[in-house]
């Protein structure tokens, strides 16, 4: 009778959990973030199969050719920030900075705190970020600014100001840097940690003042819809650490309210211990309800010993990276990645920070040391973006209208044929057509 009793109770919560379709998973089945299900999801979300017309200068398809074609650039954004670029650096470390960021990555965060980047009024650094943001522009990689307004590290000029005038030269400051960048940077953190905003500093902080005074979402407003007008074009994010249902209500408020928020920002700051890949995917699904594309902004795993005593506003004394402390770190990162990958919310990860060297918090975080040696999370990527993800040299023939056919990854391509070449995109997984026209290369 107890055997049977069991039998039966097994079968009830099986049924259960069919009916229902129950999370966690019933016994047996692949929990979403375990290894087959990550792959089943990249091979669906991040490749394509692609038919490929072809034609040469005159406008005729290319009928019976060889060709090669090969991948140039990723689709999904793969970052860190760059507050360490200085292109006036001729030193060693510095070129090796830049030289192993372009290798791996094609996106990049630069610094618009407006505290530094206005630290006299009327006089902001825009030559030396319109810098950062060329070099970026020359490595073929993305540049976003951020962030526009945030409630710390604002201008010491600025409490001495009416809440009215902080209202006005807040919206004008949006508007003069996303205007005078567009082309440039072209994605924007648009806001930062507004969950915190209006109980940080209330009678002193100028930004936490005024969010009090308008309320958060009435604030949002304002810099959302400026940045809008300023590059209707321009990708607009607002960001934030807290991943708690806080976070959700203020999101579901202003898409309530029509603000043209483009995609959610999520930070992932770790020092205190990875998540786990549980909590990972669990984050992701909260936050894909809303139907925006999802971008994690800020994400540190140490390489170092997990401290849970951290001063957040300081630096942290003797934290440097071990052996085991990089091993653990290259586990992690290399999870964490296969995870967001194959998330289809997930549009983009930005690490923080990429070095060791002037790292925030004076962390072990980076993925090179202070003298630019790779850590092992570095390499683990760099097989991952640059070649597990990434689709190489493929040569082909075409058939009698000019076309072939590959499977691969999301992105940029180019083709090549008899000194003859062209560029194509492939945007968007399952079936896809795209159209080439080669032109002598120079």
Not at 107 to 129: D, M, V
Not at 251 to 273: R, T
Not at 326 to 338: D, H, L
Request: with cysteine; aromatic share 10%.
């Amino acid at each position: 009778m107890m055997n049977l009793s069991f039998g039966l109770v097994l079968a009830g919560l099986a049924l259960v959990c069919v009916l229902l379709n129950a999370r966690p998973a019933c016994a047996g089945e692949a929990k979403a973030w375990s290894d087959e299900p990550i792959q089943a999801r990249i091979q669906k979300h991040r490749r394509a199969e692609v038919t490929l017309a072809i034609k040469d200068a005159a406008g005729q398809a290319l009928a019976h050719q060889a060709v090669t074609v090969r991948q140039v650039r990723h689709k999904f954004l793969f970052g860190s920030n760059a507050f360490v670029i200085n292109t006036s650096d001729q030193s060693e470390t510095q070129r090796k900075y830049q030289e192993r960021f372009a290798a791996l990555l094609n996106y990049a965060t630069l610094p618009f705190y407006w505290g530094a980047f206005e630290g006299t009024e009327g006089q902001p650094q825009t030559e030396r970020l319109r810098l950062m943001a060329q070099w970026c522009a020359a490595k073929n990689i993305r540049a976003k600014g951020h962030p526009l307004c945030w409630h710390e590290v604002v201008p010491k000029w600025l409490p001495q100001k009416t809440l009215e005038e902080v209202q006005a030269l807040q919206a004008a400051r949006v508007t003069r840097d996303v205007k005078g960048f567009a082309g440039l940077i072209d994605n924007w953190d648009v806001a930062n940690e507004f969950c915190v905003t209006p109980n940080h500093q209330p009678e002193t902080n100028p930004i936490s003042k005024l969010c009090r005074k308008l309320g958060q979402v009435e604030l949002l407003k304002l810099v959302f819809n400026a940045a809008r007008q300023a590059n209707p074009k321009a990708v607009l994010l607002l960001n934030d650490y807290d991943t708690s249902e806080k976070y959700e209500a203020l999101l579901k408020s202003c898409l309530d309210a029509g603000l043209p928020i483009d995609a959610i920002g999520i930070q992932s700051h770790m020092h205190g211990g990875y998540w786990g890949a549980q909590k990972v995917w669990e984050t992701c699904e909260r936050f894909a309800k809303f139907g925006k594309p999802l971008f994690f902004t800020e994400t540190t795993i140490t390489s170092g010993e997990v401290r849970k005593n951290i001063n957040w506003q300081g630096e942290n004394k003797d934290w440097e990276g071990t052996p085991d402390g990089e091993k653990r770190q290259m586990e992690q990162v290399s999870e964490f990645y296969r995870i967001l990958f194959s998330h289809p919310a997930v549009q983009g990860i930005t690490w923080w920070d990429f070095s060791d060297l002037h790292a925030w918090l004076n962390a072990p975080s980076g993925l090179v040391r202070k003298d630019m040696s790779p850590k092992p999370a570095y390499e683990s990527l760099m097989q991952l973006i640059q070649k597990d993800w990434w689709t190489g040299s493929l040569n082909l023939t075409t058939d009698e209208q000019g076309a072939v056919k590959f499977n691969g990854f999301l992105g940029r391509y180019a083709v090549e044929s008899a000194g003859a070449s062209g560029e194509f995109d492939v945007l968007d997984a399952g079936r896809a057509a795209a159209a080439a026209k080669l032109g002598v290369a120079k």
